[in-house]
């Protein structure tokens, strides 16, 4: 199967997954159930725009073990199959500063 990308937004610092978000642990779950072998890595993430280093680094902790743990206790995911890592505010993957509150969660 093809690896399934999907980012997971979050508002200003905010660590619990809105409902329109929630959509996108359906389908990286879905994915895993269909993939038996298949693992997800999930990295958090913080915008560098608000906050500071100390106050990011704990919400990207949190936004990638949100998902870990949604994943584990909704939809029955092994925890061994689910890793995570957190980049705090050192990392920007989007230009737009507002979209780098996220988990970006790869499963292949």
């Given at each position: 199967a093809e690896p399934l990308r999907r980012e997971i937004f979050f508002?200003?610092?905010?660590?619990?997954?809105?409902?329109?978000?929630?959509?996108?642990?359906?389908?990286?779950?879905?994915?895993?159930?269909a993939n038996p072998n298949a693992k997800v890595v999930i990295t958090g993430h913080a915008d560098k725009g608000t906050g500071n280093a100390t106050i990011n680094k704990n919400l990207s902790e949190k936004r990638a073990k949100i998902v870990a743990d949604t994943l584990v206790k909704k939809y029955g995911i092994a925890e061994s199959r689910i890793s995570y890592d957190s980049k705090g505010d050192t990392e920007q993957p989007f230009a737009e500063n507002d979209k780098n509150r996220v988990s970006i969660c790869i499963a292949k």
């Open positions: 508002t200003i610092r905010a660590t619990q997954i809105s409902k329109d978000e929630m959509v996108k642990v359906e389908d990286i779950a879905n994915f895993l159930k």
